[in-house]
Nanobody, 128 residues
Framework: QVQLVESGGGLVQAGDSLRLSCTGSGRTFSSLVMGWFRQAPGKEREFVSSIRVSGSRTDYSDSVKGRFTISSDNTKNTVYLQMNSLKPEDTAVYYC?????????????????????WGQGTQVTVSS
């Protein structure tokens, strides 16, 4: 089993920055693929970013590319999502996800069905 613990959400103004953290346990960290998703009230869960921890290969949705950065620190078993230039439309609950199937394509990793393990979510609210 893989267990995930998230932190870093909060209330900020447009243009501010936040860094979300997701710490995993129960599996060798480098053997995982990790993803960030978000869900706003009344909307479907949407893909934000993914990373292959072993090779640091990353992917981003068009809505966050250039503003968000995903990274990993293997010594801390932690994946980060650095969010800069935040916009009100970024307001959502952000979820960390993990899976052991490291051979999945980037396209597959953009779907929530690709991940078995999920964190509890952390709220990000951006005021205008």
């Amino acid at each position: 089993q893989v267990q995930l613990v998230e932190s870093g959400g909060g209330l900020v103004q447009a243009g501010d920055s936040l860094r979300l953290s997701c710490t995993g346990s129960g599996r060798t960290f480098s053997s995982l693929v990790m993803g960030w998703f978000r869900q706003a009230p009344g909307k479907e869960r949407e893909f934000v970013s993914s990373i292959r921890v072993s090779g640091s290969r990353t992917d981003y949705s068009d809505s966050v590319k250039g503003r968000f950065t995903i990274s990993s620190d293997n010594t801390k078993n932690t994946v980060y999502l650095q969010m800069n230039s935040l916009k009100p439309e970024d307001t959502a609950v952000y979820y960390c996800a993990a899976d052991i199937r490291t051979w999945r394509s980037l396209g597959q990793l953009r779907t929530s069905d690709a991940y078995v393990f999920w964190g509890q979510g952390t709220q990000v609210t951006v005021s205008s």
